[in-house]
């Protein structure tokens, strides 16, 4: 099958277009796993001042207490503020502005491991993302000098998730 120059150089486009959508995700990726890394950072730092690990404070009435709705017995901590006072006011940067604000001890971590879970959410949607952009590239014959199609569907196809018995 001969390819004219038009539809050839069409190709060309339409390869370099996914090839740019591909490069935009991972590129994407790097700058999400940057900001995980920096909460993460950030997280240890304040488990640092409270003196505690992220597992360091179990909470007591948690197996005992499962599916009874009474008034606890105990005040139950926090498994990151410990002991530590939860209203010592903590310097936060707010996301999104170059702007200070004294925020709770306790709001704090929170808010960072909020937003930790919603970067973790968004990094698995990404690769994803990614995933599919190899595999139709893979598809589309770019990648047939380099890695064979097979191989790629593989990796594509290969799941996280243990299967439900």
């Not at 404070?57 to 017995?73: I, W, Y």
Request: aromatic share 4%; glycine share 4%.
């Amino acid at each position: 099958m001969e390819l004219d120059a038009k539809k050839f150089a069409e190709l060309l486009e339409k390869y370099e277009a996914e090839g740019d959508e591909f490069l935009l995700v991972r590129n994407q990726m790097v700058e999400n796993d940057r900001e995980r890394n920096a909460n993460r950072e950030a997280l240890t730092a304040l488990r640092k001042i409270a003196r505690t690990t992220k597992t360091s404070v179990p909470c007591p009435f948690d197996s005992v207490m499962k599916g009874v709705s009474t008034k606890p017995l105990v005040q139950e901590a926090c498994s990151t503020c410990g002991s530590h006072d939860p209203s010592e006011p903590t310097w936060l940067m707010l996301p999104g502005a170059d702007l200070f604000a004294a925020v709770p001890f306790h709001a704090a971590h929170t808010m960072l491991e909020k937003d930790g879970e919603k970067m973790e959410f968004e990094s698995k949607k990404l690769q994803s993302l990614a995933k599919e952009k190899a595999l139709l590239l893979s598809e589309l014959g770019v990648l047939a000098d380099s890695v064979p199609r097979g191989v790629i569907r593989s990796l594509v196809a290969l799941n996280d998730k243990p299967l439900a018995k």
